[in-house]
């Protein structure tokens, strides 16, 4: 789980089980919660990639950039 929640329009990487965008940077498009208000998830998007829906919250991170 990351140190904070993101909201959309953050600029994020995916570190997720899906090889080939592992690594890549994305946008957050949407934070899918429940009625509770209690994280399930990520929507990213990215130019030339598209979406990626169902993102677990561990499976994104914001480190320092160089």
């Known amino acids: ?26 946008t957050v498009d949407e934070v899918v919660t429940d009625r509770r ?7 990213l998007t990215a130019d030339g990639i598209g979406r990626l829906r169902h993102v677990q919250p561990g499976h994104v991170s914001q480190p320092a950039r160089d």
């Open 1 to 26: 789980m990351p140190a904070r929640r993101f909201k959309r329009g953050d600029y994020v990487r995916y570190d997720g089980s899906l090889e080939r965008f592992r690594g890549t940077w994305w």
């Open 37 to 43: 208000n209690r994280l399930h998830g990520y929507t």
